[in-house]
């Protein structure tokens, strides 16, 4: 069965500060990935996808993660923190490796940006 | 409406008692899927159709739960005899086949 284990559940950086939260997977097929945010009382948005064409993939907001197969990662990154980034963050792996099927989640970092 | 509903957004009940908990995808996704979140962890999958059949119910955790979707459209889940520990956040999700998952806002479900 694919699962992910996102490693801290807290992590906090000061505003302009690099954003690293850690994902790593398991799989017994070609995985699909994906990030998702979640902001205080709205509803899950897809921050970005991993769907086995470039390992590096951009999404909303200036996020970015890299697929490194050899580490079984898949590590979400912002170059500059902002304000507006506070939020839970949940990694994501499909759960029959294609795109059309339910996913299976972390346990989500909750992001937190000191001013 | 534009995005994925859930109705209603908040349900109170007591042990015992049976809920329904109703989903309405984006027109034309022929996708949907349930997930269950509790308090601190990230979403649980359980069950996911395909039009009006259930692709994938392995995530159901037992047989009070239960799932419809009669038309390939709303999609109503069910929970006979509740308990305090189905207590979570229900989420409903819908895609066009292998897209993006949108999800709805959620359910809020306490069992007293």
């Known amino acids: 069965a694919q699962s992910v284990t996102q490693l801290g559940s807290h992590v906090s950086v000061s505003e302009g500060a690099l954003v690293l939260l850690r994902c790593n997977y398991s799989s017994s097929v070609p995985p699909y990935l994906f990030w998702y945010v979640q902001y205080p009382n709205q509803g899950l948005q897809l921050l970005l996808k991993?769907?086995?064409?470039?390992?590096l993939v951009k999404g909303i907001n200036g996020f970015e993660a890299e697929f490194k197969k050899s580490e079984t990662s898949f590590h979400l990154t912002k170059p500059s923190a902002h304000m507006s980034d506070a939020a839970e963050y949940f990694c994501?792996?499909?759960?029959?490796?294609?795109?059309?099927?339910?996913?299976?989640f972390g346990k989500g970092t909750h992001l937190i940006i000191q001013p | 409406g534009a995005g994925v509903s859930q109705t209603p957004s908040n349900k109170v009940t007591e042990k015992g008692k049976y809920v329904e908990l109703r989903c309405d995808p984006i027109?034309?996704?022929?996708?949907l899927y349930w997930y269950r979140q509790s308090l601190g962890q990230g979403p649980e999958f359980l069950i996911y159709?395909?039009?009006?059949?259930?692709?994938?119910d392995s995530g159901l955790p037992n047989d009070r739960f239960f799932a419809v979707r009669p038309e390939g459209s709303v999609s109503t889940l069910k929970i006979q005899r509740t308990e305090r520990g189905d207590s979570a956040v229900y989420l409903c999700?819908?895609?066009?086949?292998?897209?993006?998952?949108?999800f709805g806002p959620g359910t809020r479900l306490t069992v007293l």
């Open positions: 027109s034309g996704h022929t996708a």
């Open positions: 994501a792996v499909s759960r029959a490796g294609g795109g059309a099927d339910g996913l299976t």
């Open positions: 991993y769907t086995s064409a470039a390992t």
């Open positions: 999700a819908s895609s066009l086949q292998g897209g993006e998952q949108f």
């Open positions: 159709f395909q039009g009006t059949g259930a692709a994938d």
